[in-house]
């Protein structure tokens, strides 16, 4: 399927896990592909490698998406080499476990700043391009911990129910103006977070495994080609809760 060709699509957090899925799914769409990496240059131009070596077309551009100087020169370089984005994943983001007795000032702040801040600074960047084509897709990746107690801490469910907030919020702006924003909310997907403390095992999960990075992109890929859904979460948890 080559549904996506001619659009350009930008993966925060595209280096590893979830976001590289996300980012080669895009790219099998035939959508050209920034990937968006902050520390793990290696990674993400494996990633980027990996799309070319399938006949895609795709970039590495490093960016720290909290901080604004950072998302301009990142959006400006996205559009000087490969153009107007048409479809953003807002999927960057940290899991700093904390208990709440050990929870600090500093370690709040900065999982906002990371893991919804950069949500909006994103989402502002792209909005007027996609406003001019009158066509967008924005995905954003919150998390079951946005509904459910979770195991990271208090500062983390905060950050992804912001993030669907901010979904819904932009949806109902938007509508009428050819965009629609949606997010995905997995819960223990097998990814760096999970194998490292976050659960051990699958034991508490109906289905008796965790998720997959790909099965993640997949429900994207599902949010990207369906233009009547908008404002929505759709939550991926192997039947651990329903939303």
């Known amino acids: 399927m080559n549904d996506l060709a001619g659009r350009i699509a930008l993966v925060t957090g595209g280096s590893r896990g979830i976001g590289a899925a996300v ?93 919804l801040k950069s949500a909006f600074l994103c989402t502002q960047a792209v909005i007027p391009g996609m406003r001019a084509r009158t066509w967008g897709r924005i995905i954003n990746i919150s998390s079951g911990a946005a509904r459910g107690g979770g195991g990271i801490g208090p500062h983390y469910n905060a950050s992804k129910a912001g993030m669907e907030g901010l979904t819904r919020g932009y949806a109902a702006r938007l509508v009428k103006e050819g965009i629609t924003v949606n997010a995905v909310a997995p819960s223990l997907i097998e990814t760096d977070m999970v194998k490292q403390g976050l659960a051990s095992s699958p034991a508490r999960i109906p289905l008796g495994r965790f998720g997959t990075s790909e099965e993640c992109a997949q429900v994207v890929m599902m949010l990207v080609r369906t233009e009547y859904m908008t404002g929505q979460t759709v939550a991926l948890s192997g039947g651990m809760s329903f939303l």
């Open 23 to 115: 980012a080669v799914s895009l790219a099998e769409a035939g959508a050209a592909v920034a990937v968006n990496y902050r520390e793990k240059k290696a990674e993400a131009e494996a990633v980027a490698k990996a799309i070319r070596d399938r006949g895609g077309k795709a970039m590495v551009v490093q960016a720290d998406v909290s901080r604004t100087p950072d998302v301009a020169r990142m959006i400006a370089a996205v559009e000087d080499e490969l153009g107007s984005v048409d479809v953003l994943v807002n999927n960057a983001g940290i899991g700093i476990i904390r208990g709440i007795d050990d929870l600090t000032e500093e370690d709040f702040d900065v999982t906002i700043a990371v893991n």
